[in-house]
């Protein structure tokens, strides 16, 4: 019954921006830490971003880092991800993520929930 839907992806040119979100539903998540992986087809899904369940401590993957900011509202149920300079390389379905803190959110075997994914694509 819990869900993670995400919204927000798109086609964006090269060194633009979009702005992804995760809407929670069928219970609160803000005892969970959140987060997002991308997946190219014919590839693992790999580690984006994610944020400990206060917000307070973030995490990203080094190809990101200084581009991308996770962000939640746990008044909302809802998690952000904030994605600047966008290059080609970053092109994938993003998924949602939650768990029961930011070490194992970074793992896929940790992750509890997955949402369905949400395609972003940026031209060169």
């Known amino acids: 019954q819990a869900q993670l839907v995400e919204s927000g992806g798109g086609l964006v040119q090269a060194g633009g921006s979009l702005r992804l979100s995760c809407a929670a539903s069928?219970?609160?998540?803000?005892?969970?830490?959140m987060g997002w992986f991308r997946q190219v087809p014919g590839k693992e899904r790999a580690f984006v971003a994610a944020?400990?369940?206060?917000?307070?401590?973030?995490y990203y993957a080094d190809s990101v880092k200084g581009r991308f900011t996770i962000s939640r509202d746990n008044a909302k149920n809802t998690v952000y991800l904030q994605m600047n300079t966008l290059k080609s390389e970053d092109t994938a379905v993003y998924y949602c993520?939650?768990?029961?803190?930011?070490?194992?959110?970074?793992?896929?075997?940790?992750?509890?929930?997955w949402g369905k994914g949400t395609r972003v694509t940026v031209s060169s």
């Open positions: 069928g219970r609160t998540f803000s005892n969970y830490a």
């Open positions: 944020i400990s369940w206060s917000g307070g401590l973030t």
């Open positions: 993520v939650a768990g029961l803190n930011g070490v194992v959110v970074r793992t896929w075997s940790g992750v509890q929930y």
